[in-house]
């Protein structure tokens, strides 16, 4: 979710649930073509059907390029399987290095050749008609479009859980960055994603407020969805929630301009907040059963619901205070080498 006074192009809603910013966007009637873009670091058990899934478009992408940092699993020899099956449709790109998810998606920024281009994470799966449903849109003038997603694997807590949070939180009136989410390529070209951030977390909705603080038209559309799969066991959770939470500090001090000790009064803060409400039962209740009331398991998940709650939070506050350390470090490195 993203804060809506951001940024110059401001969104109104409209009867069929698509978004759109009230002032006219100029009209492209030529039907776009489709770059899709896949960062991928160890993720062998998804990328072959994420790949399937984009190859299998009954309007086909012009590419599907991988940006590889650096795995140590079978990711690669997957894809490369995947592009020599692809009639070169599939570009395999090894950095070598682990870079970030930014840096990986700005470089197939840079290979693309389509006028649009499709930002995928190596666990989200298209529906055949995916870019079918998106080329009306851009055809209209759409500059910017972010969809709807669902959980695929429900059969485990972690997807219950995340799927849970989407339904009871987010929908067209307050949606940001999604998955699955497209812009013209001269936009990504023109906004970029921020390299200052390590790994996946806050890089997409920065993304998204640069490409609407420069102005470009950005729509919703929920009739369109997509299907994208999470860690299925506590540890994979675990690791992915503290990765989003080491983001956090590295947002406020690179993208904020936040001076670090700001920050790590900020972050002591939200651990005392987070400390204090973990102790309240009634709250905690009342915000599981409302998860349950999501969840296709309904109450019996209600145990569930609590604990997947108090270990994001937990794993979100670990994630922040390895930041602050690795920031703190490198500060103290800098002032070592200036003195």
Known sequence: MIDDRRGTAERVSVPTGLQTCPDAAPTRSQ????SIVVPTYNEEADIADTLRCALAQTLPAREVIVVDGGSTDRT??????AAAD???RVEVVAEGRRRGVSAAR???????TGDVVVFLNADVLLPPDFLANLAPLYAAGADVVSVDSRVANLDCVPGRYIDAVHRLKYNAENVGWSEGFSCRREAALAAAFPEQIPG??????EFLERLRALGYFWQVDYSICVAHRVPATVAGF???????GRSIPYCETALRRMPLPLVTARRAAAWAKTAAVAGLVLPNAIAAARL???SPRGM?????MWSAHHMLFAAHRAGEMQGLRELWRDRHGAEKAAA
């Open 200 to 205: 996946a977390g806050g890089e997409d909705v």
């Open 238 to 244: 675990w690791q992915q929630c503290h990765g989003r």
């Open 76 to 81: 690669l020899e997957r894809a490369r399987r």
């Open 300 to 304: 019996r998940d209600l145990p569930a």
């Open 106 to 112: 700005n470089e197939g920024i840079r290979r693309a």
């Open 292 to 294: 349950a009331a999501k």
């Open 86 to 88: 692809s009639h070169a």
């Open 31 to 34: 039907q776009p073509s489709f």
